[in-house]
Nanobody
Framework: QVQLVESGGGLVQAGGSLNLSCAASGRTFSSYFTGWFRQAPGKEREFVSAISWNAGLTYAADSVKGRFTISRDNAKKTVYLQMNRLKPEDTAVYFC?????????????????????????WGQGTQVTVSS
């Protein structure tokens, strides 16, 4: 089992930046696709970005392309989400998730990568608030 802990959230003005971290426990973290999702009040959880186990593949929602960058350091068992040019509509709780069942691989369709149900292990989330 993998335990995930997010950090790095906070309050920032529009146009600012934050760098979220997702620290994992467990020996096989480097084997898993890992994703970031977010959930705003009253809305469904939505996909933000994902990265393959070796960082060879990255995915991003259209709403964050060109602004957010996902990366990982398997030696540190950490996945990062660098968020630039933040907008008020980015305000949400951000969750890290890992595909610990091994559903995803390089041939996986985007519809599987961006689906919350694909990911078995989840962190508790970190709040990101962007003021206008």
């Amino acid at each position: 089992q993998v335990q995930l802990v997010e950090s790095g959230g906070g309050l920032v003005q529009a146009g600012g930046s934050l760098n979220l971290s997702c620290a994992a426990s467990g020996r096989t973290f480097s084997s898993y696709f890992t994703g970031w999702f977010r959930q705003a009040p009253g809305k469904e959880r939505e996909f933000v970005s994902a990265i393959s186990w070796n960082a060879g593949l990255t995915y991003a929602a259209d709403s964050v392309k060109g602004r957010f960058t996902i990366s990982r350091d398997n030696a540190k068992k950490t996945v990062y989400l660098q968020m630039n040019r933040l907008k008020p509509e980015d305000t949400a709780v951000y969750f890290c998730a890992a595909d610990t069942r091994g559903v995803l691989n390089r041939f996986a369709p985007y519809s599987d990568v961006n689906r919350p149900g694909t990911y078995e292990s989840w962190g508790q989330g970190t709040q990101v608030t962007v003021s206008s």
